[in-house]
């Protein structure tokens, strides 16, 4: 019987923390879901049969122009430049295996993003060319435990007049801004990922289930859409009712499902029907 009850109460702890360790932070969703009547044009409005290259200011400037929000990303180069591109190395954009902390910007600017004539932009460029005109969905790129990126983007971000909001996959990097810089916005970012992919199968699990949000306490999920399902990916949607964003809408029979399921879209290869 002791045994019995012993077990029961294991079982009851278990599920106390696993809520604790999923829940979002409740006190911002109003404020998340005024960014949610925007369709996000993801790493901007590209295009390479016009040749605009993903995360470059012809992308943006299209994306501004068009009426879309704009998700980008932001890595930290050697120099302690923010620069504007996605991978963590330059071997898919511009032909070259080299990791992106590992350079200077002015290394990064001498390479073509896909054989254009367009390089990867710093971010104070993005900031200046949108000036405030649709709100930003900026990704932290943190491919290690540095963080050193987050105080150079929010001392950037301090003097940006315009509505953004801020999302990674690492927590510790949603944890420096919530502590550092409360007032902003930020998303955890997960997926459900492959076995070959890191970080250790633990962490993936963890990621996936959002049992991570403890660390992060996100004010909106940013989430694949392909992979939603997860219990506790579940949990926040439908019982936390935590904002949601889901990426990347590549259809218009996707698209329309996701924006009544969701709040946020993110979307790229289509052009979504602009709301009046």
Not at 91 to 100: G, N, S, T, Y
Not at 183 to 188: A, C, F, K, T
Not at 249 to 261: D, L, N, Q
Request: aromatic share 12%; charged share 25%.
């Amino acid at each position: 019987m002791l045994l019995l009850l012993f077990f029961l109460l294991l079982i009851l702890l278990l599920l106390v923390f696993y809520i604790w360790a999923i829940l979002p932070n409740f006190g911002r969703k109003t404020d998340c879901l005024h960014y949610a009547d925007w369709s996000y044009a993801h790493r901007g409005l590209w295009d390479m049969d016009l040749q605009i290259p993903e995360n470059s200011l012809p992308a943006f400037s299209r994306a501004v122009e068009s009426g879309f929000a704009i998700e980008l990303d932001v890595h930290l180069t050697k120099d302690k430049q923010l620069v504007v591109f996605h991978d963590d190395t330059l071997k898919r954009m511009c032909q070259l295996d080299e990791k992106v902390e590992e350079m200077t910007y002015d290394q990064i600017s001498r390479y073509a993003l896909k054989g254009t004539d367009y390089c990867a932009p710093l971010l104070p460029e993005v900031l200046e060319l949108v000036n405030g005109r649709v709100p930003l969905l900026i990704e932290m790129k943190l491919p290690t435990r540095d963080l050193s990126l987050c105080p150079v983007l929010a001392s950037l971000l301090d003097s940006y007049t315009g509505n953004y909001m801020i999302e990674s996959f690492q927590p510790f990097g949603l944890r420096w801004f919530r502590k550092n810089r409360p007032e902003v916005l930020r998303g955890q970012l997960s997926a459900r990922y492959k076995p070959s992919e890191p970080p250790a199968l633990p962490l993936k699990i963890a990621s996936t289930e959002l049992l991570l949000n403890w660390i992060s306490r996100p004010d909106f999920i940013a989430y694949n859409y392909r992979h939603y399902g997860s219990l506790g990916s579940i949990l926040n949607a439908r019982l936390f009712r935590t904002p949601y964003w889901v990426w990347t809408i590549r259809s218009e029979k996707a698209y329309a499902t996701c924006k009544k399921r969701f709040d946020g879209v993110i979307f790229e290869k289509m052009l979504p029907e602009i709301p009046t």
